[in-house]
């Protein structure tokens, strides 16, 4: 039973550009959650996404979007990167009636904005 | 942003004794306190959870204390190992709520 896979696992921008994330659920998930961790900082909640629509967006701008696909998978696009947005980004997945918490997360990427 | 206060940074515990990591929060709404644990390149794994409605909670090595008063928690790992060597972060969700607060992190090493 896979577990969540994240890709790619390293990225490297500069500044101005957008990136693309994507991250496949653990089987038999159907909802996905993006975190930005920073250095040394635990993770920080972007949005979630449920039924390929955002259901709850933390505090984080515009410029980050979000994705669902009918198989459950999901994208992060950042656009207009900044320095600040270099950091871990994590995606976890859970079942829709077992409540927020039990999250499966990924094991990230890396984006590294030069 | 971040509402839960985690303490040590770090820390360095001898084989065999036992770990401690404090956390404390503010929002009441909170009403579930899981741990994860994270090793190099990996990301997050679950590890224990409590509801305010207990007050403390086992499995294994690794024990839960919630004080709903104080609010606080703290994870106990009682007899650690090298192998429990990792960052360990404690977090709080609210009722139907999706948005989980981490706190910032406990590095632990477990000397052999």
């Known amino acids: 039973d896979a577990g969540v896979t994240q890709s790619p696992t390293h990225l490297i921008k500069t500044r101005g550009q957008q990136v693309t994330l994507r991250c496949s659920p653990k089987?038999?998930?159907?909802?996905v959650s993006w975190y930005q961790q920073a250095l040394g900082q635990g993770p920080q909640f972007i949005f979630q996404?449920?039924?390929?629509?955002?259901?709850q967006r933390g505090n984080f701008p515009d410029r980050f979007s979000g994705h669902q696909f009918p198989n459950y998978s999901s994208e992060l696009n950042v656009n207009a990167l900044l320095l600040g947005d270099s950091a871990l980004y994590l995606c976890?997945?859970?079942?829709?009636?077992?409540?927020?918490?039990?999250?499966?997360f990924g094991s990230g990427t890396q984006l590294s904005v030069l | 942003q971040q509402q839960v206060k985690q303490s040590p940074q770090s820390l360095i515990v001898q084989k065999g004794g036992i770990s401690i990591i404090n956390c404390a929060y503010e929002?009441?709404?909170?009403?579930?306190f899981p741990w994860y644990q994270q090793f190099p390149g990996k990301g997050p794994a679950l590890l224990i959870a409590i509801r305010p409605d207990v007050s403390e909670k086992k499995e294994g090595r690794f024990t839960i204390s919630f004080n709903k008063s104080a609010k606080q928690f703290s994870l106990h790992i009682m007899d650690s190992q090298p192998g429990d060597s990792a960052t360990y972060f404690c977090a709080a969700i609210p009722y139907n709520n999706n948005d989980m607060r981490f706190g910032a992190g406990t590095r632990l090493t477990v000397k052999p």
């Open positions: 976890a997945s859970s079942l829709t009636g077992q409540g927020g918490e039990k999250l499966f």
């Open positions: 996404y449920y039924e390929e629509e955002e259901r």
């Open positions: 089987s038999g998930h159907d909802t």
């Open positions: 929002n009441t709404a909170f009403d579930y």
